[in-house]
């Protein structure tokens, strides 16, 4: 069984609509909590990152973690074309070595 | 726009040749990291520099050797590869390997595709 499972897609939504990600986990020594976006033939771009469970927004982006479930997730409102790309979730424990969700590919279609 | 510089962005290579691949960053970051990313795949660690030091290598063959000639420079030698060793190269860097430090997140470059032939 993998540390972090994530669905891998695709996920197609209208523009417009809200995406919904999400990774579970099963190392309860994870900490710190990432979202990535990367587009095609692209390096990672970090969206967001979270400590403590709850929610943390940014923009169009909320970030949600729940740490007693082992459960993260990430909204994207109002998405954009512009949206389409594979999220990664990532976590980290202690020092600063990441262990990656397989993605999730999202299509936002116009 | 990323911060951490990588080139070149492709290399096609022969099994027999020698290369190199280059990262920079100038954030002022301790901590300096290689992945190497497979299609459909998420990225893979290969290596950790931590003040200029390798901290981890995560057992990757030697005909990968990487090289931190400075803090803000990361190279990675390449010689005798495998076509299976074709795939996306990631630089990566962090303030420093400790994860108590709020935003001691690590940020990538855009990379840099190799192929072997």
């Known amino acids: 069984q993998k540390e972090v499972e994530q669905d891998p897609g695709p996920l197609s939504v209208p523009e417009g609509a809200i995406v919904s990600l999400n990774c579970t986990y099963s190392?309860?020594?994870?900490?710190?909590f990432m979202w990535y976006r990367q587009y095609s033939r692209k390096g990672p771009e970090l969206l967001m990152y979270t400590y403590s469970s709850g929610n943390k927004e940014d923009g169009r982006f909320t970030a949600q973690v729940d740490k007693s479930s082992k459960y993260i997730s990430l909204f994207i409102r109002d998405s954009q074309p512009s949206d389409s790309a594979t999220y990664l979730c990532?976590?980290?424990?202690?020092?600063?070595?990441?262990?990656f969700g397989g993605g999730t590919r999202v299509l936002v279609k116009p | 726009d990323t911060e951490v510089t990588q080139t070149p962005k492709h290399l096609v290579m022969g099994m027999t040749n020698k290369k190199s691949l280059k990262c920079e960053q100038h954030m002022g970051h301790r901590a300096m990291y290689w992945y190497k990313q497979k299609a459909k795949k998420p990225p893979e660690l290969m290596f950790v520099y931590s003040y200029e030091k390798l901290s981890i290598n995560e057992s990757v063959p030697s005909r990968f050797s990487p090289e931190c000639p400075n803090s803000s420079l990361l190279n990675l030698h390449l010689h005798a590869l495998q076509p299976e060793d074709s795939a996306l190269y990631l630089c990566?860097?962090?303030?420093?390997?400790?994860?108590?430090?709020?935003?001691?997140?690590?940020?990538f470059g855009e990379g840099s595709w190799l192929t072997v032939v």
């Open positions: 990566a860097s962090s303030q420093d390997l400790q994860s108590f430090t709020s935003g001691n997140t690590i940020y």
């Open positions: 190392n309860s020594a994870f900490q710190y």
């Open positions: 990532a976590m980290k424990a202690a020092g600063n070595k990441l262990t």
